[in-house]
């Protein structure tokens, strides 16, 4: 049975610049495995080889780029199969200038067709650029939604989200924003996993990620199985929050080395939500892979009157 897994980088694979522990040897039982995976990233700033040689520097080395697919390729992929002659002002770096480049996009500061925004630092004096060449007709295209992103365990910065929330709101023209959720981000992914089995088809595709927003959402948009870990941004607690539910929640991806080393995939399919719900309803409770707080928060009622 072929599964082929897309998995996030930040707060599944890494925080900070640290390994979360128990990594290396999922990666080393998924490589065995023979499974095809992608790393799917809405990080628009590094190339493929920048990812590479992080990895390498916290203990992975050796990842072939074919294995990254980051938003700002995702952006290149969209404008060269949708409007290939197209020209972009961009906001962004290395990762979001090259992808561009690599599929013949120029770079333009007079009348661009598409300012795109990518994740990095941003001045006054390009914001005010690309205001104008909005205003006089450019479409706005943002490589991910991330209005922040983690720098490290306590502090953020802020994401492309936020970048192209400030040109919606001065040119009040809205965004087009891929990476996940975005189903074209998934498509993607999807065919690069597809080139990676051969031909032969996929049983499943799983999403491994850390935030529901992003990776879940577009996860289960797409028709994958989902698979949340609380690595990263998300904490149990607040999973009730969200309409959609992960397909499994794990502490970490350590948890699925035994699983991949064995070749039998767990019984423990159950999110706490789902499983909090049948016992309540008097029904017996699946197994499920974390036993954390309570996972149905009490909710204060809404006010009646404003
Ligand atoms: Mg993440």
Redesign the pocket.
């Known amino acids: 049975m072929k599964t082929g897994y897309l998995i996030?980088?930040?707060?599944?694979i890494y925080r900070e610049s640290q390994l979360i522990p128990g990594v290396t040897e999922f990666m080393e039982a998924l490589l065995i495995s023979g499974q095809p995976f992608v790393f799917l990233t809405n990080n628009s700033a590094p190339t493929p080889d920048d990812l590479s040689v992080r990895l390498g520097h916290l203990g992975l080395p050796g990842f072939s780029i074919r294995h990254f697919y980051t938003s700002a390729l995702n952006a290149a992929d969209f404008l060269s199969e949708t409007h290939p002659a197209c020209t972009a002002f961009v906001i962004g770096e290395g990762g979001l200038l090259a992808a561009l480049h690599e599929r013949k996009i120029a770079n333009d500061t007079i009348n661009p067709s598409y300012v795109v925004v990518g994740e990095g630092a941003v001045s006054g004096e390009r914001l005010a650029k690309a205001h104008s060449c909005v205003e006089r007709g450019a479409r706005l295209l943002a490589t991910n939604p991330d209005n922040w992103c983690p720098v490290s365990s306590v502090d953020t910065r802020p994401g492309a989200g936020a970048t192209a929330a400030f040109l919606e709101a001065s040119t009040g023209r809205r965004a087009y924003y891929l990476g996940k959720p975005n189903g074209y981000m998934f498509h993607r992914a999807r065919q690069k996993l597809q080139e990676m089995t051969g031909g032969s088809a996929l049983n499943q595709i799983v999403m491994i990620?850390?935030?529901m927003e992003t990776?879940i959402r577009g996860g289960i948009e797409a028709g994958l199985q989902t698979y949340l870990v609380l690595s990263?941004?998300t904490q149990v607690d607040n999973l009730s929050d969200y309409v959609y539910q992960p397909t499994r929640v794990l502490k970490s991806v350590a948890d699925l080395t035994e699983e991949l080393r064995s070749g039998k995939p767990s019984d423990r399919l159950d999110s706490p939500v789902y499983a909090q719900v049948m016992r309540r309803a008097g029904k017996p409770g699946g197994k499920y892979q974390t036993d954390t707080a309570r996972a149905l928060k009490p909710r204060p009622r809404a006010p009646m009157t404003r």
């Open positions: 996030d980088m930040d707060g599944v990620g850390d935030t990776d990263g941004s």
